[in-house]
């Protein structure tokens, strides 16, 4: 455990004692979200997203579990079924709406929870492998979303599945066979929604195990907080339960509302019209757009535009559009280098001046644009403007990130936790 | 060594999407995009209200009544609505009798089997059947369609953009091309004089290549008799008909409503409870 002033279990009465000394899973309870984790006492709102993704994943399951009681895996059957949730099943179009909601739900909480741990450097050591799982999450996460948007075999579904799919036949040689190999055939069809469907429910339960690693790799050194200064002694810190679990259940609050309000208010707000058309493989939609949650990377792919050769003599080396699903897959993958890529020090943006700059006023507004751009017809405007903003995004984390870290001058940091919270100093360290 | 080659990767694709930054620019200047038809002169949906729309709207059963008399008389000519059944025409408003009636009265049978000889026939509907179609297959429809396949109609308000007020628009957007304006006052056919609409289509500034297969299914007053009196504007049966197709895309939308309701109350007290509960456990620590 991390610290050595966490509370201890003592199970009360004979059947938890017996328990306790068979299996001891309330003690882990405990020390995982009891109050037998000490947790910085400072923590601010940001911190609330974790645990909120975790809620996301249950609602997500809970729903998807009864949805495929309901749901026909084939490409004659798949749609009709969906409106047969929709309209015959009991309250199958609150499962399916709020399956539907939640997958956009998951990724925002989760997206906040990303920006957290960037803004205050949850990256750095020691919290490393937090990170790197995190990472792998997000990856599951995006593997998953994309199946599940295939599964109701609409318009989108059929062409999002044709788009993605054909990313793997960018790969030279083996790009074409891979691609076929991956989807059972020369298109998305029956082989291709069958193994989407058996995926998209084995997934979930794959990003369940990693998150216990993420939960685990977290109680190793503890979690971090707004200032970045490592807990010192038990005053900076506060047992999770009732302090956290209270907090926390503030925040499902409010985000319930939220997932409620859109849900049952408009619940197909996030969603493309396209969708609710049959799927159709000789009739192209006439813009084939991913999901919002994907719109960035899309961006990022159409940016290459350009192929990669030696000049004046027409040899290509990498053609624009592998250059695109690379930087695509790239962007994504870069994070799992940020912890090195980072040599600062100091954890949190707070302290931070320069690479504060650069977080509000070049990552996060080159991110808005992309996601603003991933959705907009290949127009010069558009472009243009996610060109500049991909390009951006590249250089922040590859280029930027590196060279601020080693140049900035960082502001004094607080003493201690306590001292941060409370504004005195504390009596000398005995 | 990692930095260093985060370096050079950073500069590559950096520099590679600057370059295509200029390269777009350039071909952009060269060639400048042309203008098309569809930018200047595809119209926004015309501004219409319904009694279902917003958090409390609720639909208005005489409305989708009159809705499914156009949707009958006129639309089910050509347009199929496979997902919907007979049954659900009780949540109109219908007795129980007179949902047997409407399935027993349909214009088309439904497919069947000849007990006797095993031959393909048709039988009368029942409440248990889904609306059949009126076309036996895709071939057949587009046979009598001039090669066009009209589209389902179930789940057509939510299949388009702007919904019901899509359809709305679409229904009275039928114009003469010739001399057609937009609202800067250009002349359609003046601007682009190779956009005449082609024999076989139908000129519509709300469809979205402006040219629909569909010849204008309510040209003029009273196509249908309505049972409770109103006038059989056209306006009135399009916005009738679209309050009934948002109804077949969403026939659960007032349970959503107001199970909305008492999720969003249930939620409200929690969450009150939740802070009160947060503030007091907090309240002796400084944070």
Redesign the interface.
């Known amino acids: 455990m991390s610290f050595p002033w966490a509370q201890e279990y003592k199970p009360q009465g004979t059947v938890s004692k017996w328990v306790d000394e068979r299996l001891p899973l309330p003690r882990l309870v405990y020390n995982a979200v009891g109050a037998g984790y000490p947790v910085p006492r400072n923590l601010n709102y940001f911190w609330n997203f974790g645990v909120l993704a975790g809620v996301a994943l249950v609602i997500q399951i809970v729903t998807g579990i009864v949805l495929a009681m309901h749901y026909y895996a084939s490409v004659d059957g798949a749609f009709n079924s969906v409106e047969h949730i929709m309209r015959d099943v009991n309250a199958g179009w609150f499962l399916r709406y709020a399956h539907m909601n939640g997958a956009s739900f998951f990724f925002i909480v989760v997206y906040i929870h990303i920006f957290r741990g960037l803004f205050y450097g949850s990256y750095k050591a020691p919290r490393e492998m937090i990170w790197l799982l995190g990472v792998t999450i997000f990856l599951l996460m995006m593997a998953t979303a994309f199946m599940g948007y295939v599964l109701p075999w609409g318009q989108m579904s059929f062409w999002g599945a044709q788009v993605i799919t054909g990313f793997f036949s960018a790969i030279p040689l083996v790009g074409e066979p891979l691609r076929q190999l991956l989807l059972g055939g020369f298109a998305p069809d029956q082989a291709a929604l069958n193994r989407f469907f058996s995926l998209h429910y084995l997934m979930p339960f794959v990003i369940a195990g990693v998150i216990i690693l993420h939960v685990w790799a977290l109680h190793i050194p503890g979690s971090s907080n707004p200032t970045g200064v490592s807990v010192k002694g038990e005053q900076d810190t506060v047992p999770f339960h009732p302090y956290y679990t209270a907090k926390d259940g503030f925040g499902l609050g409010i985000f319930l509302i939220l997932f409620v309000a859109v849900t049952f208010f408009a619940p197909n707000m996030l969603g493309h019209p396209d969708n609710y058309i049959p799927a159709n493989p000789l009739s192209t939609p006439a813009h084939i757009v991913p999901e919002w949650y994907f719109l960035p990377f899309y961006a990022i792919l159409k940016a290459f535009t350009v192929d990669f050769g030696i000049p004046f003599t027409g040899i290509i080396i990498i053609p624009a559009k592998l250059m695109g699903v690379l930087a695509m897959f790239g962007s994504i993958l870069l994070l799992f280098f940020l912890p090195w890529l980072d040599t600062s020090p100091v954890r949190s943006g707070h302290y931070r001046p320069l690479f504060r700059k650069f977080f509000w006023y070049g990552l996060i507004p080159s991110l808005v644009v992309l996601t603003y751009c991933g959705g907009k017809p290949p127009y010069t405007q558009w472009v243009v403007l996610s060109q500049i903003a991909a390009a951006y995004y590249f250089a922040h984390f590859l280029i930027i990130l590196p060279i601020v870290s080693r140049i900035e001058r960082p502001l004094a940091l607080p003493n201690s936790i306590t001292e941060a919270v409370t504004g005195k100093p504390l009596p000398a360290a005995a | 060594m ?2 260093l080659i ?2 050079l ?3 590559f ?2 520099g ?6 200029g ?3 350039v071909s ?1 200047i060269k060639e400048p ?1 042309l203008p098309t038809v569809e930018a200047g002169f595809h119209e926004e949906t015309l501004p219409v209200t319904f009694a279902h729309d917003g ?1 409390l709207g609720k639909f208005d059963r005489g409305q989708l009544q009159r809705g499914l008399k156009v949707y009958s008389e006129v639309c089910a000519a050509c347009h199929s609505m496979k ?1 919907v059944a007979f049954r ?1 025409f009780a949540a109109l408003g219908y007795s129980e009798d007179q949902v047997k009636a409407l399935a027993k009265g349909w214009k088309t049978e439904v497919p069947s089997i000849n007990p006797e000889t095993g031959e393909p026939a048709t039988r009368p509907g029942i409440p248990a059947d889904k609306i059949p179609s009126p076309f036996a297959n895709e071939t057949a429809a587009r046979a009598a369609n001039n090669n066009a396949l009209p ?1 389902d109609l ?2 057509i308000t ?4 702007g919904g019901p007020a899509y359809v709305y628009s679409l229904l009275l957007g039928y114009r003469d091309q010739a001399g057609y304006k937009n609202e800067e006052g250009k002349e359609l056919l003046k601007e682009f004089p190779d956009a005449a609409t082609p024999t076989g289509l139908h000129f519509n500034p709300w469809f ?1 290549n402006l040219n629909i297969a569909m010849a204008n299914p309510i040209a003029s007053d009273d196509l249908v008799t309505y049972d409770d009196g109103t006038k059989a504007t056209r306006a009135q049966m399009a916005k009738d008909v679209s309050a009934f197709l948002t109804w077949t ?1 969403e ?2 939308m007032e ?3 107001s ?3 008492a ?2 109350g249930f ?2 007290i ?2 009150i409870l ?2 009160m ?2 503030r007091t ?2 309240a002796d ?3």
């Open positions: 990692v930095r985060a370096f990767v950073g500069l694709f950096s590679m999407l600057l370059l295509g930054l390269d777009t620019v952009a995009a958090p997902l659900d589209p179930s789940l939510k299949a388009r953009e979205a895309a026939p659960k349970n959503r409503k199970a909305g309701w999720a969003l939620l409200l929690f969450t939740a802070f509960s947060y456990i907090w620590k400084k944070h």
